[in-house]
């Protein structure tokens, strides 16, 4: 099976991601919300390439107020990014996060949701399930199964503190996009490999690039999904089983086409 549009499997539309601007400063933050009152979710090295997928208005940094969500999910002040301009490059951030011309991946009407219960069952298993914000294995803040926060607090998320497993569910959901011919293992896998490795990451692998080109899908997944193993420079037997347990539901047989089927 040949896969069309495979740029729009990830959490937010990888086609409206603006890629490779360099960082100009050292050590910059990228923290959970545009300005210095957020937490720092990670930190960039000098020249280090970032791509945006949105940008929005916060906190002046240096006369310039302008802040870039990036790759992985946190927002860095437009002053340390190597642009070439003060003005926008990439849309504007919509009040979840996400670019206003798509929406994002903290939920909204634009996603199927229709997942298949096994598929949804293997993002819970590996994801765990958090009630209330806490950072993740490498300190990442996320809550529900696997939710990235994307403000202070996750501030972003409609349903109240702790969350139940049944509303966690909904978030998780809600994060899940659309925009994929595959059939419902197929889609299910890819998406629990993206809804972990995040749509940056996705946009520019050669898992992607592989089916874009037209190559058998199951034979690309049995390839590449096991090369994605590594969290914080180190193999994480989590992930390790995870993407063995990806493998296997992707290459299970079935007629029944998910994507695109969006009531």
């Given at each position: ?116 219960a096994a598929s949804i069952s293997l993002i819970k298993e590996f994801e765990g399930f958090v009630q209330s914000p806490s950072p ?128």
């Amino acid at each position: 099976m040949k896969i069309a549009a495979i740029s729009a499997i990830a959490l937010a539309s990888l086609s409206q991601l603006v890629s490779g601007y360099a960082i100009n400063g050292d050590g910059v933050n990228c923290r959970s919300g545009p300005g210095t009152s957020f937490g720092v979710v990670r930190t960039y090295s000098r020249g280090e390439d970032v791509t945006l997928s949105c940008q929005t208005e916060g906190e002046s940094i240096k006369g310039d107020s302008l802040w870039g969500k990036t790759q992985d999910g946190c927002y860095v002040a437009d002053w340390y990014v190597q642009t070439g301009t003060s003005n926008y490059v990439a849309g504007k951030c919509s009040e979840s996060g996400g670019n206003t011309g798509n929406t994002g991946n903290t939920g909204g009407s634009g996603f199927c949701k229709n997942l298949n219960a096994a598929s949804i069952s293997l993002i819970k298993e590996f994801e765990g399930f958090v009630q209330s914000p806490s950072p993740d294995p490498i300190g990442l803040p996320t809550i529900g199964y696997g939710h990235l926060c994307q403000t202070k607090g996750c501030g972003e998320v409609s349903y109240g503190f702790p969350l139940t497993e049944s509303t966690a569910e909904s978030l998780l959901k809600g994060d899940i996009p659309s925009s994929v011919t595959l059939n419902d293992y197929q889609w299910g896998a890819l998406v629990s490999w993206v809804f972990n490795v995040g749509c940056g990451n996705a946009q520019t692998s050669t898992l992607v690039s592989r089916l874009n080109a037209g190559e058998n899908p199951n034979q690309v997944a049995t390839e590449e999904l096991p090369q994605w193993r590594m969290a914080g420079g180190q193999v994480m037997p989590g992930l390790v089983r995870r993407r063995a347990a990806e493998v296997k539901l992707f290459t299970t047989p079935s007629s029944s086409q998910a994507f695109p089927n969006c009531q």
